[in-house]
């Protein structure tokens, strides 16, 4: 970088410092929407809270000078002029996970003080409403100055990331894709690869035969790419009827290993109680092939490539549906980059047959890879090094929408070692590391456009 595209990025920094409490303020107010998916009204597809907050960001871009397209999946703002294919794309969502249980902190936004400084919890502060609002005002901060940029630059904020991307298929159909960019929907220092990602629908039935029914209702779960956190059922015992609770540890789905999943800890504790035949059977077999492990082993599933690692498997939901005599159980499957997917999921199908249960894909994202010496991870990571000279580009099973385009990585918001409470309770980001974002966003576009 020559010395005058350095004074221009210190003033840009400068400037972005001048908009922390307006960016912190902004943020507040979009924790305030509970944008979870509904069910579909006229205008809004997500339902009428994601539309809320779609509608928000909208409003604080045009009130910040910014060139706002709102559509019912998504909104588009756009710096500068020129042809999609030649801009700079930043990748974003307005949606999240339903809030569930175990908060001590208002999940609609919260500013708290403690020793490690102030925190600001809600649901999204992480995922993903903390780094959109910091990129939008990175945005402001080039827009302001007239930064000379040499492609446009467009901040794209999706509906429905958590729950389908069904917003960024349909911004794909309808415009040409941007020519490289990131999503800032992960990990630090730079997510070069994301492994596949398989969600399935299964249905256990639990023939009865004229018997009666001891289970007489078990949930856990509320969305397939989540760790349950709980799982509650009702059991009729000899003494009479007995509500149990199981509480685990919520995690993200595509990171098993750092939660402790309640729908199999219920499963297991089920096996020991005096159920009918046919409802510890289907138990037995769902917690030996889906629940004792989080690896697929049992289930003849298990492999690793040395590009992304172990394949993984989260069982999301299950529910019972007594009056149908079935369980239902919705699995998420993250394998790696180099794996064959057709034959996961020709195993898969013939475990699921083997024991007279259905299963349905339900949703199914090749995976994502750009080699680590091609842009943007190289000036992605140059500029992370400037912080972390030891950073080195890292593969992921989450999911994000870079899938969608050519030439798209992940770059943040979590840095090695900052709390990942993405999709737990309590989530939150600290002042510290939300300003911080907002610095590196205005680096990292700068020198992408410049």
Not at 348 to 354: M, P
Request: proline share 6%.
């Amino acid at each position: 970088m020559n010395s005058k595209q350095q004074d221009w990025e210190n003033a840009l920094l400068q400037e972005t410092a001048s908009y922390y409490p307006q960016a912190e303020k902004a943020l507040l107010q979009l924790l305030s929407i509970p944008s979870v998916e509904e069910a579909a009204v006229p205008g809004a597809p997500f339902g009428e809270p994601v539309h809320q907050a779609l509608s928000q960001f909208a409003q604080l871009a045009a009130g910040l000078g910014l060139q706002v397209s709102q559509t019912e999946h998504y909104i588009t703002i756009d710096l500068g002029d020129g042809e999609s294919l030649e801009a700079v794309g930043i990748l974003a969502h307005a949606d999240v996970v339903p809030f569930g249980e175990g908060w001590h902190f208002a999940p609609t936004g919260q500013l708290v003080d403690d020793v490690d400084g102030c925190k600001i919890y809600g649901r999204g502060s992480l995922d993903d409403k903390g780094p959109a609002v910091a990129a939008l005002f990175a945005l402001s901060a080039l827009k302001r100055l007239q930064a000379p940029l040499s492609r446009p630059v467009r901040l794209i904020i999706g509906g429905n990331e958590e729950s389908g991307c069904q917003c960024i298929k349909k911004y794909a159909a309808e415009h040409q894709p941007p020519a490289l960019g990131f999503s800032p929907d992960a990990n630090f220092p730079v997510i070069f690869a994301e492994k596949g990602i398989a969600m399935f629908h299964l249905t256990l039935p639990i023939p009865m035969n004229g018997e009666a029914a001891r289970l007489l209702a078990l949930q856990a779960g509320t969305v397939v790419n989540a760790v349950p956190g709980k799982a509650e059922a009702t059991v009729l015992l000899p003494g009479g009827q007995c509500e149990l609770s199981c509480i685990g540890k919520a995690a993200h789905g595509s990171q098993p290993e750092k939660g402790q999943n309640a729908a199999a800890a219920m499963l297991q504790n089920l096996l020991s109680l005096p159920l009918a035949p046919a409802e510890l059977e289907v138990c037995r077999r769902l917690y030996q092939l889906f629940g004792r492990d989080y690896l697929g082993e049992a289930a003849g599933l298990a492999q690793t490539d040395e590009v992304s690692g172990q394949l993984t498997l989260n069982l999301g939901i299950l529910k019972l549906q007594p009056e149908k005599e079935q369980l239902t159980v919705d699995l998420d499957l993250r394998y790696p980059v180099t794996a064959d997917y057709t034959t996961i999921y020709q195993r898969l199908t013939a475990v699921c047959q083997e024991n007279g249960w259905q299963i349905q894909e339900t949703e199914h994202k090749a995976p994502l890879y750009v080699p680590t010496d091609e842009k943007p991870v190289t000036t992605l990571l140059q500029l992370y090094q400037e912080y972390d000279s030891t950073a080195q580009p890292i593969a992921t099973g989450g999911g994000t929408y870079c899938r969608a385009f050519a030439n798209f990585v992940a770059f943040g918001p979590l840095r090695p070692g900052m709390a990942d409470v993405m999709h737990q309770a309590d989530e939150f980001i600290t002042r510290q590391d939300f300003q911080f974002l907002q610095r590196i966003y205005t680096q990292a576009i700068w020198r992408l456009a410049r």
